[in-house]
């Protein structure tokens, strides 16, 4: 074990938490692997890393999260791209809301909604 992998495994300790009631506004750099995450109960869920910029501090960061919670930025990405436009080059607002569960009375899930801010500034 090394630093140099900390930092490519760990995004440098950078990330961007959405829970339920959390938005981020930045840049979706590129889309970096897919895991899969076994919680403390045993169950495992597929996941996938992305590498952003955080329009509020400019700083790179890795967001992590569900492959079910992220389809809709894959949506965003196709959209952006059926009109000539690309994905690491746009600042996109993800809203991360709740709805109810569909098995689990009572409780809540979080879905995401995705939308185009307009063009990324370059440094």
């Not at 339920?20 to 996941?47: A, H, M, N, Q, Y």
């Not at 059926?82 to 098995?103: M, W």
Request: proline share 4%; hydrophobic share 35%.
């Amino acid at each position: 074990m090394s630093w140099e992998q900390f930092d490519a495994e760990g995004g440098g300790a950078a990330y961007v938490k959405l829970n339920i009631g959390d938005t981020f506004t930045g840049t979706v750099l590129r889309l970096v692997k897919f895991f899969d995450k076994t919680w403390p109960g045993g169950s495992v869920e597929r996941c996938v890393e992305f590498e952003v910029v955080d329009a509020a501090d400019g700083a790179t960061k890795t967001l992590d999260v569900s492959v079910r919670r992220a389809s809709p930025l894959n949506r965003h990405r196709a959209d952006l791209e059926s009109r000539g436009l690309h994905l690491d080059q746009r600042v996109t607002k993800i809203e991360c809301y709740a709805e109810n569960h569909p098995t689990r009375p009572g409780a809540r899930i979080g879905c995401w909604r995705c939308s185009d801010v307009g063009p990324r500034q370059q440094d």
